[in-house]
């Protein structure tokens, strides 16, 4: 089975300074794997994902993700926050395998981003 | 293209009451999934519709079903209303239940 644990439910930084969230992920097999943010009152949206493709992915706003397997980790960072960053970030694992399990997405708890100026 | 779009974005309802969420996935997806979303139990899968067939479902009530229309468009209906059922419910869409899903804003439902 999958799941995945985020490690910190809240992260302050100030603004220009990195960013670190960290996921930890358990799957049976070779795992899709999201990260999500949802600012407040609104939906999610994509920031990056991977798919066994290349272990550092490049996501939007200038995110990326490394994927360790010998760690089972999946951390999302960025350089340099920005006031805009300040949402809800959800690391995720698809349950897809094969033909099972179709359209289900696990998610994380969630690690809130505070970013102070 | 267009994103996946929800209606009604809001509702109020008291329980006992039923209720119809209504969502629309990207144009050329088939697959739609369901979530709720809550403080205390978080995202949770509630179920995924693929050619007007549901493929799978997760841990919820039968007060909790769906449906998808030729066109892919999907309803989520919730019954007998309880106040646990307040929460943000999303959609996603995608090509085929496999890949990448791509979410609406939400429906938030109050039950007083």
């Known amino acids: 089975a999958q799941s995945v644990t985020q490690l910190d439910s809240h992260v302050s930084v100030s603004e220009g300074t990195p960013v670190l969230l960290r996921c930890n992920y358990s799957?049976?097999?070779?795992?899709?794997l999201f990260w999500y943010v949802q600012h407040p009152n609104k939906g999610l949206q994509l920031l990056l994902k991977?798919?066994?493709?290349?272990?550092l992915v490049k996501g939007i706003n200038g995110f990326e993700a490394e994927f360790k397997k010998s760690e089972t980790s999946f951390h999302l960072t960025k350089p340099s926050a920005h006031m805009s960053d300040a949402a809800e970030y959800f690391c995720?694992?698809?349950?897809?395998?094969?033909?099972?399990?179709?359209?289900?997405?696990?998610f994380g708890q969630g690690t809130t981003l505070q970013v102070k100026p | 293209k267009a994103g996946v779009t929800q209606t009604p974005r809001y509702l109020i309802k008291t329980r006992g009451q039923q209720v119809t969420l209504s969502c629309s996935p990207i144009?050329?997806?088939?697959?739609v999934s369901w979530y709720q979303q809550t403080p205390g139990q978080g995202l949770q899968f509630l179920f995924e519709?693929?050619?007007?067939?549901?493929?799978n479902k997760g841990n919820f009530p039968g007060r909790f079903s769906g449906r998808q229309f030729s066109n892919s468009r999907s309803e989520m209906n919730v019954s007998t209303l309880e106040l646990g059922d307040s929460a943000l419910y999303l959609c996603?869409?995608?090509?085929?239940?496999?890949?990448?899903?791509?979410f609406g804003p939400g429906t938030r439902l109050l039950v007083l």
């Open positions: 991977y798919t066994s493709a290349a272990t």
């Open positions: 144009s050329g997806h088939r697959s």
């Open positions: 519709y693929f050619s007007e067939t549901q493929r």
């Open positions: 996603a869409s995608s090509t085929s239940g496999k890949e990448t899903q791509y």
């Open positions: 799957s049976s097999y070779s795992p899709s």
């Open positions: 995720v694992v698809s349950a897809v395998a094969g033909s099972s399990n179709t359209g289900k997405l696990i």
